[in-house]
């Protein structure tokens, strides 16, 4: 694996779209939308404590932030489908958004797949899931909510307010110990050489 | 969690479930556009009627349809008493300024009529959402889901992303029943009678890490038997599951096209065109 070729920042971001890439798309999907219905605890209108924010970081930090991107947005929309609280694409799209954010992961150098997981790196890691959370449910679900559905905003920001807290609290408090057990699972095989 | 969540994975006989996948698809989607477009009573009422109709055409097992129905009527209830106490003057911005206090807790929580009227569609139009994804869901295959988002020109690879998505979520449901059972074989009590509501939930969550992790092991094999079989090799694909239209395809052709159409002029008119907050209240 080590002499595989340095990738562009942009092939990093678009991930590889093979066969495997959409298998794991198709599965972070179904996970995502199963979890977000019972997975996890209403907190507000709408809003839950949900461990279906544990899918975006497999994806992202196996196949990178576009993927994990189109596995929660497509994910929501599936959550949305079998729920029965109505179709709310802003919320798709923003939680597709954090999403892209949380998968962020090989971009600043975290490769879990090698096994390579640092401190530092979970600390970038946690920065960047309160800041993804407050653009993808501070900016970009409001402007959806207003463009798709015209208002709201009173309500839409206090469930981001509580979504937002209850994503931080699931991504960070459980999302960095998988990180770290799924990449110490990794590292077990990456001793191991090829023979001639 | 289990009895496949409602996914089918072989077309059933009935009418709705003969039409092609394409079919489905577009009627659905223009209808989530008529579902979302209006807080309309008048227009969710017929919708809500036929779907009722469709459903019953269906022939579902109505025994595992019966807690769906109930978990979903208790949430949005549970969302509608949260709606009103963030904002107990919600209703108003809706159906003009005015204020009908019909009963007051405390100052600031009051139940007024338009705020009344406004949760009661709300929760009525949310109640039809579910019936059309229901019906939805019941009438289609994994497949025909890809084979209609396919015609709409989604790529194929998003449309596998959909229909590999539709036919695992049974798969999650029978895991989580598989973990749960092995958890109790090793003598961890989850039994909802004998312990308490925080501790299920506790290992509720137990089971969840796991399912995950075996879900995600199992891609390498999925993605090599799709492989094997020649998957993602060519620009363009076509599914096996989708047939030629019949006269019924034909006939819900023309029906999707006027209900696209009607949305299409309806959000120009009403949503557009008139800024704000607006829904039919015979009150007013």
């Known amino acids: 694996m080590s002499d595989e070729k340095k990738k562009t920042i942009g092939q990093v971001l678009v991930g590889t779209w093979n066969t495997q890439t959409i298998v794991a798309i198709g599965i972070g999907a179904a996970l995502f939308g199963v979890l977000m219905n019972y997975g996890g605890i209403p907190i507000f209108t709408n809003t839950r404590l949900t461990t279906a924010q544990l899918v975006p970081v497999f994806v992202g930090a196996l196949f990178g932030p576009l993927p994990a991107f189109v596995a929660s947005t497509v994910g929501n929309i599936i959550a949305d489908l079998i729920g029965g609280w109505g179709y709310w694409f802003d919320w798709s799209i923003g939680n597709g958004v954090l999403a892209f954010f949380v998968g962020l992961l090989p971009v600043y150098g975290a490769d879990i797949k090698n096994g390579i997981f640092t401190a530092t790196q979970a600390i970038i890691y946690a920065v960047i899931a309160l800041v993804g959370n407050a653009i993808a449910f501070g900016v970009v679900t409001p402007v959806l909510t207003v463009l798709f559905y015209g208002g709201e905003l009173n309500i839409t920001f206090a469930q981001s307010l509580f979504g937002g807290l209850a994503n931080v609290l699931v991504l960070v408090v459980l999302g960095i110990p998988i990180l770290f057990l799924l990449a110490s699972r990794y590292a077990k095989g990456t001793n191991l050489k090829e023979e001639e | ?284």
Request: glycine share 4%; aromatic share 14%; net charge positive.
């Open chain 2, 1 to 284: 969690m289990n009895n496949r969540l409602l996914i089918n994975m072989i077309p059933g006989d009935t009418f709705l479930h003969k039409l092609s996948g394409t079919t489905k698809v577009r009627l659905f989607v223009i209808l989530m556009v008529y579902l979302i477009m209006s807080f309309d009573l008048r227009l969710l009422v017929p919708l809500f009627i036929i779907c009722l109709i469709g459903l019953f055409s269906l022939k579902p097992n109505w025994r595992i349809l019966k807690p769906f129905f109930v978990i979903v009527l208790l949430m949005n209830l549970l969302n509608i008493v949260l709606f009103w106490v963030a904002d107990p003057a919600v209703g108003e911005q809706w159906v003009g300024r005015t204020r009908t206090i019909l009963f007051s807790v405390t100052p600031r929580l009051f139940i007024s009529r338009e705020t009344l009227w406004y949760l009661a569609v709300r929760i009525f139009k949310m109640y039809t959402s579910f019936l059309v994804s229901l019906v939805f869901i019941l009438s289609i295959v994994p497949s025909e889901l890809a084979a209609g988002l396919y015609s709409m020109g989604v790529p194929y690879k998003i449309c596998s992303v959909f229909s590999l998505a539709f036919r695992y979520i049974p798969d999650i449901g029978r895991d989580f029943q598989n973990i749960k059972i092995s958890m109790q074989a090793r003598g961890v009590e989850m039994d909802s009678r004998r312990i308490s509501l925080m501790k299920r939930l506790k290992q509720t969550t137990l089971i969840l890490v796991p399912l995950i992790i075996t879900s995600f092991d199992r891609i390498g094999t999925i993605s090599n038997a799709m492989d094997l079989r020649g998957y993602g090799r060519l620009k363009k694909r076509s599914y096996y599951s989708e047939h030629e239209p019949t006269r019924s395809d034909k006939v819900f052709f023309w029906l999707t096209l006027a209900l696209g159409l009607f949305c299409l002029y309806w959000v120009i008119v009403r949503n557009v065109l008139i800024p704000g907050h607006q829904m039919w209240y015979p009150y007013a």
